[in-house]
């Protein structure tokens, strides 16, 4: 097999597993400190609120937030739980999402903001929807920007109301 080829699960096992390394608490506590540093600097840039950040979270007690925050900056041992940790996959997931398809830091920050009208969001701010405390709101935005940076959905904008449709002269082989 190629080098960049990689095989195609069969649908008919199932969802994937949680990787069972992340319930050993070795590395668990590896990838925490790492995990929230990454995740502060994220919702640094994305301007989110303390709410906002408790919710991403899974909403742990503000103390507890901020003794994870505190050890993470010293870079000293911390131990956050699988459901935190699979959280922040989720918000490194959206970041690398918005990324690609907003080159500019400003653009995603903006369209993180703004209502939206496509069907995910029903007029919602994607921020919304994201720290609404669910991991199905995390994980739902993750795969809209997946789908979009794919190439596979867009919400209909003007570019779309303003475009005629192709005809088979349009077409052109060579």
Known sequence: ?????????????????????????????RLSGPAMRTFLAIADRWG???????????????????????????????SLGLDVLLRISAVLGIHKGLRIVFPREQDAVAWLSAPNQGPLF?????????ACGTQDGLLAVRRYLDA???GHFAAPNAADRDASPMRD??????
């Open 148 to 150: 979009w940076r794919g």
């Open 48 to 78: 989110l609120s303390e709410e906002q950040r408790l919710r991403l979270l899974g909403l742990p007690g503000r103390s507890t937030f901020y003794a994870w925050a505190e050890r993470a900056r010293r870079g000293e041992r911390l």
């Open 169 to 174: 002269t349009d077409i052109v082989f060579v």
């Open 1 to 29: 097999m190629p080098l960049h080829a990689r095989a195609v699960p069969d649908l008919a096992e199932g969802p994937g597993q949680v990787d069972p390394a992340l319930a050993d608490t070795a590395e668990r506590r």
């Open 122 to 130: 029903g007029g919602q701010r994607p921020i919304d929807v994201i």
